[in-house]
C-alpha cells in the first residue's frame, strides 16, 4: 500500500468530520492540491481544474515542482489556460493515492491503511471536496470549473450541488452519466484486479503485489482511451523483431502493438494503488447526475443553476466517453438558462486526446476563457 505524492504537493486539512454521500465519514482527511497564477485582488480570477482518474495535481511545472505536469502545454504563462491572467488550482481526486487521503491512507482511528475499510465513494464526494480546497482559499466564485474525462463528471456534480460556485464550466470529454459500455470495461478492470489471488481482498504489500491483475486492468483501459484509427495509424500489423520475441513462449508478444500494450502496463502497475483503483473506478459507474435530483439525467443537467456560460468538448473517435454525451452535456445546460456550446473534435486519439492533441483542444479553450 503506497501513496505516490508529487514534490510540491499543498494539502488542505477537510472539515472533520467529512460527510460521505453513501454513509459514513472520513476524519483528518485532506485534498492534495497545486496552485499557478496570481489570485486578484477581487478573487474573481480563479479556475478549478478536475481531473480524471489517475493523475496527480501537478497539472504543469511551478515553482513547487519544475518537472513538467500531465497537462503542461495547457497550463501556464501564455498558454490556453494563461496562468499570467488566471489563478489555477488542480486538485488530487478524494480517493487516490496521488496524496489526497484514500484507501492507501492511514485510517487515524486504527493507525493502520484503510484498505477496504475506506468508506464506500462517490463522484459527488470529490466534488464536494473540491468546492471545500477552493473556499478554504477564500474563493467565493470561480471564473471557471475545468474538468475532464472523470474530472468532467466531479465538475458537473459540483455545479449541481452548489449552485453558483462557478460563472462558466469546460467540459472535455466528461459525462452526465456512466453508459453501459463503459461501466462493462471498467468492471473487467476490477475483476481483472480481484481475481489476482496476491490482490488478498485487498490486503497486499510491496512484496505480494497483485501486479498481472493491475497489468491487465491497464491495458484494458488503454485500449479504450486511444482509438482503432489511431492504433491501425501507429502499429498497422508490425511484428516484433526476432530479438525481442520470446521464442520459448507460443504465445507470447508478437506484434508491437502488445509490445506497447506492456509496456505501458508495466510503467503504470506500480505507480498507482489498486484499492484507489477500484474505488475511483467504481465512483464512475454509479454516477448518474440524475440521482441529484430524483429526476433524469437530462433534468439534472436542466437543474443547474447559476451558470453563464460552458463549452462540451467531444472527440469523434472516443468509445469510451462517445461523442452524445457530450451533446448530452451541452443541451442540458442549454435547458438550464446558460450559453452552452457543443464542440465536436475529429481528433484520431480517442478519449486521451485532450492530453495529446494541442492543435485541436488548445484553440478551443484559449477560445472559450478569452470570451
Not at 111 to 126: A, H, K, Q, V
Request: charged share 20%; hydrophobic share 40%.
Amino acid at each position: 500500500m503506497t501513496e505516490f505524492i508529487p514534490p510540491g504537493t499543498r494539502w488542505f486539512d477537510l472539515p472533520s468530520p467529512f460527510p460521505i454521500k453513501r454513509g459514513g465519514a472520513l476524519q483528518g482527511a485532506r485534498i492534495a492540491y497545486e496552485t499557478w497564477g496570481t489570485l486578484d485582488e477581487a478573487r474573481s480570477n480563479a479556475i478549478l481544474i478536475v481531473t480524471g482518474l489517475s493523475p496527480d495535481a501537478h497539472a504543469a511545472a511551478n515553482a513547487g515542482n519544475p518537472a513538467p505536469g500531465w497537462w503542461e502545454w495547457m497550463v501556464g504563462a501564455g498558454k490556453p489556460i494563461d496562468t499570467d491572467r488566471w489563478f489555477v488550482v488542480c486538485v488530487n481526486s478524494l480517493g487516490s493515492c496521488k496524496g489526497s487521503t484514500g484507501p492507501a491512507s492511514i485510517n487515524p482511528a486504527t493507525g493502520e491503511t484503510y484498505r477496504l475499510d475506506f468508506p464506500e465513494l462517490s463522484i459527488e464526494d470529490g466534488a464536494d471536496a473540491a468546492v471545500a480546497v477552493v473556499h478554504g482559499l477564500g474563493i467565493e466564485r470561480l471564473a471557471c470549473v475545468v474538468g475532464n474525462s472523470m474530472g468532467g463528471m466531479t465538475a458537473l456534480a459540483l455545479l449541481q450541488r452548489h449552485p453558483g460556485l462557478a460563472r462558466s464550466h469546460i467540459n472535455i470529454s466528461g459525462a452526465a452519466r456512466a453508459l453501459p459500455f463503459s461501466i462493462a470495461i471498467r468492471s473487467l478492470q476490477r475483476e481483472a484486479i480481484r481475481l489476482d489471488p496476491l490482490w488478498n481482498n485487498g490486503r497486499y504489500s510491496d512484496d505480494a503485489y497483485p501486479e498481472s491483475g493491475m497489468r491487465m486492468a491497464r491495458k484494458l483501459g488503454v485500449i479504450t482511451y486511444r482509438s482503432a484509427l489511431e492504433w491501425d495509424g501507429r502499429f498497422g500489423r508490425v511484428r516484433l523483431d526476432s530479438d525481442r520475441r520470446d521464442d520459448d513462449d507460443p504465445f507470447g508478444l508478437e506484434f508491437e502493438v502488445e509490445s506497447y500494450l506492456e509496456g505501458h502496463a508495466r510503467r503504470f502497475v506500480r505507480s498507482f494503488d489498486p484499492n484507489c483503483y477500484l474505488y475511483l473506478s467504481r465512483s464512475m459507474d454509479w454516477f448518474d447526475l440524475g440521482e441529484g435530483c430524483a429526476g433524469t439525467t437530462a433534468q439534472g443537467l436542466a437543474g443547474i443553476r447559476g451558470l453563464e456560460r460552458a463549452l462540451a468538448i467531444g472527440v469523434q473517435t472516443d468509445i469510451l466517453f462517445p461523442l452524445q454525451q457530450q451533446e448530452e452535456i451541452a443541451d442540458g445546460l442549454r435547458a438550464s438558462g446558460s450559453e452552452a456550446t457543443f464542440l465536436p473534435l475529429p481528433s484520431p486519439q480517442g478519449h486521451d486526446a485532450f492530453l495529446v492533441d494541442s492543435e485541436r483542444f488548445g484553440p478551443a479553450v484559449r477560445d472559450f476563457l478569452g470570451g
